[in-house]
């Protein structure tokens, strides 16, 4: 009993020197998230808002947290900055307002959990440009500027052929880039209805939208690579500096036990 008991001590030991990078990182993802959200740089049309940077990095939080966690960590962002007065809570008076504050998080987190899953090839990532197109359709103002929903058929088509194009683009850089490229069109199709059904953006700010698109969203799509590639770099050196801890603590653990098994052999050797 005794020594079956050791090991899983010893596992628990291994798990618990794993976990501190991963917890350390989400702190410092959402530090760093949170400050990024407060540095605004591209207005949004129709509106009195402003993207932010966190636009930029939230979807590669997903990536390396995995895609539950992440998003957890992004929503608990939000629900800490309105507890500490962070972020400005709209006034219930105005229903359209107060509801957007929770969900400005929400473009966020599904361009993260596209971003995360096209590593993996998930096909079901066409149900998020797809819905979106079609709540897009049976708005009113949608139907009139219809055409603008084809911006969504770019992640629609980059998840059906992630196959095609890693056959294509044989650079990793690239890759990640066409990655976040259907990442951004994915947060701009959530953003885009989330606004269109709260404030009924009219059709003349839609078309006056069209040329700046394609533009915002490559610049999106270049921040969500560079973040990629430079917590990659980071996480790497944090998870081999976790990984000499484990292996020190392991060879802790197998002295320990060689000083006791040459101890008993003395003891037996003086006994007799």
């Known amino acids: ?25 989400s702190v410092l993802f959402a530090a760093l998230f949170m400050v990024l959200t407060k540095i605004k740089f591209w207005p949004i049309f129709g509106t009195e808002s402003s993207f932010s940077f966190g636009a930029i990095f939230g979807p590669v939080i997903p990536k390396f947290l995995n895609v539950y966690w992440g998003a957890s960590v992004i929503m608990l962002t939000r629900i800490v900055g309105f507890a500490t007065g962070y972020y400005k809570m709209p006034d219930i008076s105005n229903p359209a307002k107060f509801l957007n504050s929770w969900l400005t998080f929400l473009p ?13 090839g998930d096909k079901r990532l066409i149900i998020i440009p797809a819905l979106s197109i079609l709540l897009f359709l049976l708005h009113p103002t949608g139907r009139e500027v219809w055409y603008y929903s084809l911006f969504w058929t770019i992640p629609l088509l980059i998840a059906l052929l992630k196959p095609r194009i890693d056959s294509v683009l044989k650079n990793h850089l690239a ?8 990442s951004s069109f994915t947060d701009h199709a959530i953003g885009s209805i989330t606004y ?19 533009v915002e ?6 921040g969500i690579t560079f973040f990629y590639f430079a917590i990659g770099v980071s996480l790497m050196i ?26 008993k052999k003395r ?3 003086e006994d007799a």
């Not at 890759?175 to 259907?182: D, F």
């Open 1 to 25: 009993m005794l020594k079956e008991a050791k090991p899983l001590k010893k596992n628990i030991k291994v798990k618990l020197v794993l976990l501190i990078p991963k917890v350390l990182f």
């Open 217 to 222: 969203r490559a610049i999106f799509a270049a």
């Open 196 to 214: 269109l059904y709260l404030f009924s953006i009219p059709t003349e700010d839609w078309i006056r939208a069209i040329p700046f698109t394609p």
């Open 238 to 263: 944090m998870q081999k500096a976790s990984a000499l801890a484990v292996l020190r603590e392991m060879t802790k653990e197998t002295v320990k036990e060689e000083t006791k098994v040459k101890e």
């Open 175 to 182: 890759q990640v880039y066409v990655y976040s490229l259907g």
């Open 108 to 120: 966020i987190i599904a361009a993260g959990t596209y971003f995360a899953k096209m590593f993996k």
């Open 267 to 269: 003891r037996k050797v």
